[in-house]
């Protein structure tokens, strides 16, 4: 491959030939000048930034600033928006990338809102119902390698200045010898947002339940902490990296408002034509006390609610796979994960997808599972949006990112919460089922609140 400046200038006449702006994309592999303890230092001060890691550390990206950014409004056709648009761009992209390591060269990362038919509540305003982009520099961090791209609309007019800008943008991701640090303002104040009108939500959808031809409805609801001083995204992430290691960790900053969490589920992961998601419904507290937490995972795994909570949603993900796979492999039974405040019934399910089925095509089916909705689905979303009383923004949404390969993965964004200025705003659901108990329903939210508690340094609730 070229040296970047060789290839710079090709893309510059091209752009002039052409008369058209143009993506310009440089991978080169890079031995990484810095241990991991500082990758969550990368994002500081990046008002535009992500950070994306695996739960085995597979794949770590982490992107700085927005060069091209894909943003829709629109409702039912944003995925196929966002596709076409990213198409559009790839089409004349000027790529450099001898790397065949998926997540590297140009990449997409961003999300979708849970429900794009809800009310916008303020907090959500910098995203719409689809937020994506490209970012101006990333690192991609596999076991064995390293991998830096950066990125670049050339114009027509475009001069080699823009080379030298890069070039100094580039040093903004490899010299960091700072550590984040764990500080966090005092809390002023904790709110849980009306934890009594949410249990009598719930106590609603258990009785439609039980005479109506609903099967599950997950219902959620929020917390808003409030701080002395504005919340500094890498300080949080740096606290979830630490204290969530079993899950997928996220940090997304757009327009100063930053979305994070350690989400433990999957919605999808394309590589090539493997694709894989992950069933992960019906949930049980942990013991400090390893024979009594073996004693709660084998009472997760004989209840007959939370199986019946978990089945529905391996069997709408099982028929999403039918569909758009020739090879589908599921697991007869569900095993138990585990993660540091609750274990989860969980089922991963694995097929080898058919020729042109985007991984756009696989969020867009997949979205929402009913560990996130209900079954069956349409019926589920009215009932959320007439009774949860609140918009869910990108909590439980598909976030995650894809090459121009095609190659990607999406989570749905739970465990999770909105960080804006000094106020933080967190989320946690929970399956509703006919036999359902609005108070045990309300304990298992407190549980599923303590990661992003914890990490933002809140006291944590019994
Ligand atoms: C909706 C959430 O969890 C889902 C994922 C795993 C287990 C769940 C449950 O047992 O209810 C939920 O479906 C959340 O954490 O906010």
């Given at each position: 491959m070229k040296p970047i400046d060789e290839q710079f200038e090709l893309s510059i006449k091209n752009a002039k030939e052409n008369n058209k702006e143009i993506l310009f994309s440089y991978t080169e592999q890079i031995a990484l000048p810095y241990p991991h303890q500082l990758y969550s230092s990368v994002i500081r001060n990046s008002e535009d930034h992500f950070y994306w890691k695996d739960p085995q550390n597979e794949t770590i990206i982490i992107g700085l600033g927005n060069v091209l950014p894909i943003i829709s409004e629109l409702i039912d056709e944003r995925f196929r928006n966002v596709e076409e648009k990213w198409e559009n761009i790839l089409e004349n992209a000027s790529i450099y990338n001898s790397a065949d390591q998926p997540g590297t060269g140009p990449l997409l990362f961003g999300g979708f809102t849970f429900d794009p038919y809800n009310r916008k509540e303020y907090e959500w305003g910098a995203f719409s119902n689809a937020t994506f982009y490209v970012p101006e520099i990333m690192l991609t961090i596999t076991e064995k390698n390293s991998f830096l791209t950066?990125?670049?609309?050339?114009?027509?007019?475009?001069?080699?200045?823009?080379?030298?800008?890069?070039?100094?943008?580039?040093?903004?991701?490899?010299?960091?010898?700072?550590?984040?640090?764990?500080?966090?303002?005092?809390v002023m104040k904790k709110e849980e947002i009306n934890p009594e009108e949410w249990k009598e939500s719930v106590a609603r959808v258990i009785s439609l339940l039980k005479d109506g031809h609903l099967d599950k409805v997950v219902l959620a609801r929020k917390m808003r902490v409030e701080y002395q001083q504005d919340i500094l995204p890498e300080n949080i992430l740096n606290h979830l990296l630490d204290q969530q290691q079993t899950s997928f960790v996220f940090s997304f900053g757009f327009q100063n408002h930053c979305f994070a969490g350690a989400s433990p589920e999957r919605l999808v992961k394309k590589t090539g034509e493997n694709i894989l998601s992950t069933c992960l419904a019906g949930s049980m507290k942990r013991s400090n006390d390893e024979k009594h937490d073996e004693t709660l995972g084998k009472m997760l795994l004989e209840d007959k609610k939370n199986r019946h909570e978990h089945q529905l949603v391996v069997s709408m993900i099982a028929d999403v796979f039918r569909k758009?796979?020739?090879?589908?492999?599921?697991?007869?039974?569900?095993?138990?994960?585990?993660?540091?405040?609750?274990?989860?019934l969980y089922t991963p399910v694995k097929g080898k997808v058919k020729e042109n089925t985007s991984i756009l095509q696989l969020v867009e089916s997949l979205h929402p599972t009913p560990a996130l909705g209900g079954t069956p689905k349409q019926d589920a979303m009215r009932v959320i949006r007439d009774v949860e009383n609140m918009d869910r923004g990108l909590y439980a949404g598909p976030i995650g990112w894809m090459d121009y390969r095609g190659n990607g993965e999406?989570?749905?964004?739970?465990?999770?919460?909105?960080?804006?200025?000094?106020?933080?705003?967190?989320?946690?659901?929970?399956?509703?089922?006919?036999?359902?108990?609005?108070?045990?329903?309300?304990?298992?939210?407190?549980?599923?609140?303590?990661?992003?508690?914890?990490?933002?340094?809140?006291k944590e609730d019994e």
């Open positions: 950066v990125n670049s609309i050339v114009k027509p007019e475009s001069d080699v200045s823009q080379l030298m800008y890069l070039e100094n943008q580039k040093k903004k991701i490899l010299n960091i010898q700072e550590f984040s640090n764990n500080f966090i303002s005092e758009h796979c020739w090879e589908v492999n599921i697991p007869d039974e569900p095993t138990l994960m585990k993660t540091p405040d609750i274990q989860h999406f989570i749905v964004g739970i465990r999770s919460g909105l960080l804006k200025g000094n106020e933080a705003f967190i989320y946690a659901g929970c399956g509703i089922v006919a036999d359902s108990n609005p108070e045990d329903e309300y304990l298992e939210t407190k549980i599923k609140f303590r990661p992003m508690l914890r990490a933002l340094g809140g």
